[in-house]
T-cell receptor
């Protein structure tokens, strides 16, 4: 039973560029949440997708957008990258209406 | 806005010592979870506490949820070098539990634990 899969594992981008990160949820899960984790800090909630719609959003600018596909997988897009966007981006999947989140290993994004 | 304050931020101890990490909030959570995270990996769930006053034990780890469901503690007995890592508490209060969110985790800033041999 595969857990949460994220790709790529590492990414280096230049300031101003755009990036797309991908997440496949754990089998049986239908909800995907994205978090940003700065080095040595706790993760910060970006947004959550269920039934292909953004259900809730954290305190992140519109440069951060996402999508969920019919197979429940999800993408996180960040436009106009800033140096401060450098972080570990985590995807967590869950079943809507139930407790329990499973995290992926994350994508380490470095903006130079 | 729900916030979780975690303390201490850093903890450096010798093998065999005991330690306690605290997680406090002014907000009520329907559940509180503790995670351990290794460098370059995602958080791995250790335990979920849901009932006020609940105590759960996981080998040498003891987790407690405050009576008012606003705070929690993690106690490690006889720490070992393998316990080294980032410990995170996270609260949840979704709509289906009477909360105000669709189900998102609010994390503390984490406690970096180093256990020296």
């Amino acid at each position: 039973d595969a857990g949460v899969t994220q790709s790529p594992t590492h990414l280096i981008k230049t300031r101003g560029q755009q990036v797309t990160l991908r997440c496949s949820p754990k089998s049986g899960h239908d909800t995907v949440s994205w978090y940003q984790q700065a080095l040595g800090q706790g993760p910060q909630f970006i947004f959550q997708y269920y039934e292909e719609e953004e259900r809730q959003r954290g305190n992140f600018p519109d440069r951060f957008s996402g999508h969920q596909f019919p197979n429940y997988s999800s993408e996180l897009n960040v436009n106009a990258l800033l140096l401060g966007d450098s972080a570990l981006y985590l995807c967590a999947s869950s079943l809507w209406g139930a407790e329990g989140y499973t995290f992926g290993s994350g994508t380490r994004l470095t903006v130079v | 806005t729900q916030l979780l304050e975690q303390s201490p931020q850093f903890l450096s101890i010798q093998e065999g010592e005991n330690l306690t990490v605290y997680c406090n909030s002014s907000s009520v959570f329907s559940s509180l979870q503790w995670y351990r995270q290794e460098p370059g990996e995602g958080p791995v769930l250790l335990v979920t506490v849901v009932t006020g006053g609940e105590v759960k034990k996981l080998k040498r780890l003891t987790f407690q949820f405050g009576d008012a469901r606003k705070d929690s503690s993690l106690h490690i007995t006889a720490a070992q070098p393998g316990d080294t890592g980032l410990y995170l508490c996270a609260g949840d209060f979704p709509l289906w539990a009477g909360g105000t969110s669709y189900g998102k985790l609010t994390f503390g800033q984490g406690t970096i634990l180093t256990v020296h041999p």
